[in-house]
């Protein structure tokens, strides 16, 4: 009698941060998905110990955002803080909290892994690679080697995420550009490819999509996305700043944390300057889930002007709430757009997106065309979502 897998998750980052950036707010949405699967058990890696350990009581209240904590300490560059010291606490108090469970794999048991893998867990699943359980990653975005110029530290971390991932029997890429950078990076560090799936990431939020109508009228204008280079803050305020200095009235809410302390100064900085100018413009760096639903309620559209991404994440958060997008048709965001809802620009010129813009505050039969166009779209559940992944991991055969 076949016994049954067990899946196994890593949900470290979810467990360093109650931030909800996109990989985070994903392993929260697999683990909160997986908890109503039977054997299932979230793992947390300690680099100390070069193991998986379980999670304890501390992990899951982040994992599950049980409680509310201030994010004050952590609203600065969140990418760059060792915000989970306990691990060393718990690493040298309690030993039998290490797995070490590798040696107990069965063929059926499946280890998925929707981390960055920057640290030393490409040593260990090098090495795992050998056992007969079916090791299955994620691929989010090559974006720190694409872009190398926005931080070198970056650039090697993210090489370091790609070579790991070769380790693996399966990879899932978030989109098709991301499988394509995957490709095209293994190839030149000369590493042998493995087998590659594109799984498009579903819609984050639990239960059945809210019912929704055009809020044209309210003209606002919303944008998701951390504080960094290529989300394209700045081009985006200048934007903003030629249709207030035209007359236009409406209002702009940016919700994210910093993230590199350069740019992210001088974002903060030129918002500060346009408020000043008394233009109607917010800056937010964490807002809780009901207010995040109640932002995508509240606004006209969303703005996602990022230049590069492995997904685009909020452009779905967008569409499912009703918003039509104004985003660019490049690689993955392309990929997105192409399905309607979303009024597709070249981000790279201020000019472009600045017109993007006027026409939804301006064209109301224009913003409902997209609106009906989110209307026929389908959006992909979890439950369908895990479906295709388990097909494709049941044909994993190792030798």
Known sequence: ???????????????????????????????????????????????????????????????????????????????????????????????????????GWKEEDIVLVPDLLWD???????????????????????????RPGQS????????????ALASFDLVLCISREAEEDLHFFWKKFGLKPTITHVAPWPVPFPGKQPEHQPHFQA?????????????????????CELLWREGRQFRLRLIGCNAYPVYSRRVRKRVQALQGDG??????AHVSEEALHA??????????????????LPVIESLWHGRPVVCGSNGALGEIAESGGCERVDTRDTQSLAAAI??????????????????????RSWSSYWDNVMTVINRIRKN
């Not at 467990?15 to 950036?21: K, V």
């Not at 204008?221 to 394209?232: F, G, S, T």
Request: net charge positive.
């Open 1 to 103: 009698m076949k016994s049954v897998p067990q899946i196994y998750l890593d949900v470290t980052s979810a467990c360093q941060s109650p931030l909800n950036t996109g990989v985070r707010r994903m392993q929260r949405a697999l683990h909160d998905w997986l908890s109503l699967q039977h054997s299932y058990t979230p793992v947390y890696w300690q680099s100390i110990r070069c193991d998986y350990r379980r999670i304890v009581v501390e992990d899951r209240n982040i994992l599950e955002r049980v409680s509310s904590p201030n994010l004050r300490g952590l609203a600065l560059y969140d990418s760059f803080l060792p915000v989970h010291l306990p691990d060393l606490w718990h690493a040298g108090r309690d030993a039998s909290l290490s797995l070490g469970w590798q040696r």
């Open 120 to 146: 030393n867990r490409g040593t260990f699943f090098k090495k795992a690679g050998e056992t007969p359980a079916r090791l299955v990653g994620v691929f989010h975005d090559a974006i720190g080697l694409r």
């Open 152 to 163: 070198r530290i970056d650039a090697a971390l993210c090489a370091r995420g790609v070579k």
């Open 219 to 239: 003209r606002e204008l919303l944008y998701v996305a951390r504080l960094e280079k290529h989300k394209n803050h700045m081009p985006l305020l200048e934007a």
């Open 279 to 284: 233009r109607d413009l917010t800056l937010q």
């Open 295 to 312: 932002a995508y309620r509240q606004c006209s559209f969303t703005v996602f002007p990022s230049l590069l991404e492995g997904f685009g």
């Open 358 to 379: 006027r026409l939804l505050l301006e064209d109301e039969n224009h913003y409902k065309k997209l609106y009906e166009e989110i209307r026929n779209r389908s959006f």
